[in-house]
Nanobody, 123 residues
Framework: QVQLVESGGGLVQAGASLRLSCAAS????????VGWFRQAPGKEREFVAAITSNNNAYYGAFMKGRFTITRHNAKNTVYLQMDRLNHEDTAVYYC?????????????????WGQGTQVTVSS
């Protein structure tokens, strides 16, 4: 069993940066595929980024180079660095993990989810 806890969200102005963290319990987390998703009010959950155990990454099309996903396996933590934030990035951001390593873009593929962290960008 893996538990995921996101942190780092908050209220920022457009153009600012935030770094989200996803801290995991469980000895095998370093071998899991991990992803970030987001969900804005009234919208479907959207893929943001995914990372493999050896730091191969894949991003959603809207990222346009503004977001970076990384992981620190010794700390059982995955990060999402978000730069040049804009109002459209306002959402609850979720971390997810899958037993099988890989770059998983579909939310239905993941086995574990965190509770989410709110990111609000004022225009």
């Amino acid at each position: 069993q893996v538990q995921l806890v996101e942190s780092g969200g908050g209220l920022v102005q457009a153009g600012a940066s935030l770094r989200l963290s996803c801290a995991a319990s469980g000895r095998s987390f370093s071998t899991y595929g991990v992803g970030w998703f987001r969900q804005a009010p009234g919208k479907e959950r959207e893929f943001v980024a995914a990372i493999t155990s050896n730091n191969n990454a894949y991003y959603g099309a809207f990222m346009k180079g503004r977001f970076t996903i990384t992981r620190h396996n010794a700390k059982n933590t995955v990060y999402l660095q978000m730069d040049r934030l804009n109002h459209e990035d306002t959402a609850v951001y979720y971390c997810a993990a899958k037993h099988e390593d890989g770059l998983w873009r579909s939310s239905g593929m993941y086995d574990y989810w965190g509770q989410g962290t709110q990111v609000t960008v004022s225009s």
